[in-house]
């Protein structure tokens, strides 16, 4: 195999550059448009979206499938072809305005869409080193944070300014998916991986730890992701507009700050980047639960949107004690843990916020307290045979 370096355009980071400009261009489009195509043109109920929202996360719960599927075909045209499926099911979907055609279109993109999250993951671990990985992700996440700017600001004006239908919109949207796709197919040579991967399905005890700050991440971001803005809407009447500018800011934050983050992780590392953010969301959760004031929400979704941009410190984190031949499959492993608490966390708490919502934050809070506690348990200096502090004096 041809020998590549990180000379000129044709590199491993450019490739990712241009996945983590894809992506977004066919999934935010998706998911800004669902709610009001399936109301106004499938005329859904709750029932409905509720049972779409499921099976969309059904594919995410497989995702540790990925590594049977590199049994077959390389990991980076894999993930080219995850992105090209995803943008399929974009383009598709306005075209099958119904209840059954909808749920076909959502696990067709869904499907393209976990599995490249689980495979550009794993690329993005065995090509970067770790010196270099905390800036280079924070980078990759600034990129898609530009691009779901450009993104939400084009989509409006084709809606608003010139009325375009939405099937136009989605054929648009997955279509440039679907040539970037093509791009990466043909313009890039498949780059080697340093080391070559573990085609079967790994679970090993020395990395428990990495496996329960990745679930406690996956519920404490379904309660972000269902019920912050959720209360935005239900409790202090933001509108569509309103909600869509909070993304924004959130994007422009990122765009601005997830670079400098990453470089921070980098230099304070793991333990101490994880321990800030988890003090911040046992803060944020509980003041989700008292909050009264639409502006205070706000920021409070500001700034819980803020903390989660510091998660990519689990991955550098298991990048550092990992067997560098495990990546590929754990990396299919973390998605499925992660959304083990979507299926779940969502209905429950659901039952939960009839009830109370401030309850349902309070445990936010709460999961956010077991992620601190488990975060101590990092290592100063992570490594193979040092992945925790329990077995390990020298790093404490």
């Not at 939400?152 to 608003?160: A, K, Q, T, V």
């Not at 989605?170 to 070559?196: D, N, Q, T």
């Amino acid at each position: 195999m041809k020998e590549i370096t990180k000379k000129g355009i044709i590199n491993p980071i450019t490739l990712l550059i241009l996945m983590s400009i894809a992506m977004p261009v066919a999934f935010n489009v998706w998911s800004a448009m669902l709610n009001n195509f399936v109301v106004e043109k499938a005329a859904f109920t709750g029932v409905e979206i509720g049972i779409l929202q499921s099976l969309r996360e059904v594919p995410g719960f497989l995702s540790f499938t990925a590594v049977f599927v590199i049994l077959i075909i390389r990991e980076q045209i894999f993930a080219v072809f995850a992105l090209a499926l995803l943008g399929l099911g974009v383009s598709m979907t306005g075209f099958f305005p119904s209840a059954y055609g909808l749920y076909f279109t959502t696990i067709v993109m869904s499907t393209g869409f976990h599995y490249f999250e689980a495979v550009k993951q794993s690329l993005s671990l065995q090509w970067l080193s770790k010196e270099e990985a905390p800036k280079i992700l924070g980078k990759l996440i600034a990129v898609g944070s530009l691009t779901s700017l450009l993104i939400y600001g084009s989509l409006w004006i084709l809606l608003e300014v010139f009325e375009i239908p939405y099937f136009v919109n989605f054929v648009i949207a997955g279509g440039i998916c679907i040539v970037l796709a093509f791009v990466m197919f043909i313009g890039f040579p498949v780059f080697p991986s340093k080391i070559p991967q573990n085609k079967n399905l790994v679970l090993r005890k020395r990395y428990w730890l990495f496996y329960v700050l990745t679930f406690l991440s996956g519920a404490r971001r379904q309660i972000f992701v269902v019920f912050a803005a959720f209360l935005m809407v239900e409790k202090f009447g933001y509108s569509a507009a309103e909600v869509t500018l909070l993304f924004l800011i959130n994007y422009a934050f990122n765009w601005s700050f997830a670079e400098r983050i990453g470089e921070l992780i980098g230099r304070f590392g793991e333990r101490r980047a994880l321990t800030f953010e988890y003090i911040g969301l046992i803060i944020v959760f509980i003041a989700y639960g008292l909050v009264q004031n639409a502006t205070l929400a706000a920021f409070l979704y500001i700034l819980d949107h803020m903390f989660f941009a510091m998660a990519i410190a689990i991955s550098t984190y298991f990048q550092k004690i990992a067997d560098p031949r495990d990546i590929a499959s754990s990396a299919g492993v973390s998605f499925t843990i992660n959304h083990i608490a979507a299926v779940v966390i969502p209905a429950a708490l659901g039952l939960i916020w009839i009830w109370s919502h401030t309850l349902v934050f309070y445990i936010g809070a709460l999961f956010a307290l077991f992620s601190l506690i488990a975060a101590q348990y990092i290592p100063k200096v992570p490594s193979p045979g040092h992945e925790t502090i329990l077995f390990d004096t020298k790093n404490t």
